[in-house]
């Protein structure tokens, strides 16, 4: 079966670092997703991460643990458009990707 | 028009109507999928179609039916819905490899009276 995990709702301030947590217990591994969903648009890809370590996107970054089964995405110097939610996904395994419920993110000024 | 696109992108139906959803893609994939998306929920995987063929059906109900008459063009058929059907309905596509990265469309919101 497929059980991740990710919090629900996280807020931090302009300017700020947040880091998502994600794990993850699934049969099948060949990498890890993450997207960025704004309210009522598509889930735009972010990230993927196939070997354990850091991925360094601009203000993104993307760590995974394989051994741990725990991923993290890193918002740096935070601004108003990142309020978002954030989903991760694993796989694909057979076509499937399996998404975690999402973390909504809130930015205040 | 450029990557994923959804059309209605808002749809009002009643139980006893018949609609379409239709997605189309502009990224030359290979494959294509039909999400569902509930208020809080992981997105649900519906169906899959790889080279026109469909691979994955996850024991929707019938009263879903998808239909890919060819790799850029993704339909779902919707007749005699329940209100619980309401959620927003995602398209996505990839290119089949190790990688497989899906690219979504904005979505089709249905809310089912």
């Known amino acids: 079966g497929q059980n991740i995990d990710q919090p629900t709702e996280m807020t931090a301030t302009e300017g700020a670092i947040v880091q998502i947590n994600c794990t993850y217990q699934?049969?099948?591994?060949?990498?890890l997703f993450w997207y960025q969903q704004h309210a009522g648009e598509a889930p735009t890809f972010l990230s993927y991460?196939?070997?354990?370590g850091l991925e360094e996107k601009g203000r993104f970054s993307s760590f995974l643990s394989r051994s741990k089964g725990y991923s993290y995405l890193l918002l740096k110097e935070l601004q108003m458009k990142d309020s978002a939610s954030y989903l991760c996904?694993?796989?694909?395994?057979?076509?499937?990707?399996?998404f975690g419920a999402g973390t909504t993110v809130t930015v205040r000024a | 028009e450029t990557g994923v696109t959804q059309t209605p992108r808002h749809l009002v139906m009643g139980m006893t109507n018949k609609k379409s959803l239709k997605c189309e893609q502009h990224?030359?994939?290979?494959?294509m999928y039909w999400y569902k998306q509930s208020a809080k929920k992981p997105l649900e995987l519906m169906f899959v179609?790889?080279?026109?063929?469909?691979?994955e059906n996850n024991s929707v109900p019938s009263r879903f039916s998808p239909e890919c008459p060819n790799s850029s063009h993704l339909f779902l058929h919707l007749h005699t819905l329940q209100p619980e059907d309401s959620a927003l309905y995602l398209c996505?596509?990839?290119?089949?490899?190790?990688?497989?990265?899906?690219?979504f469309g904005p979505g089709t919101r249905l809310t089912v009276l």
């Open positions: 996904a694993v796989g694909p395994n057979d076509y499937k990707l399996s």
């Open positions: 699934t049969s099948g591994f060949n990498g």
């Open positions: 990224l030359g994939h290979n494959a």
């Open positions: 179609y790889s080279l026109e063929e469909r691979v």
């Open positions: 996505a596509s990839s290119q089949v490899s190790s990688t497989d990265t899906q690219y």
């Open positions: 991460n196939v070997l354990d």
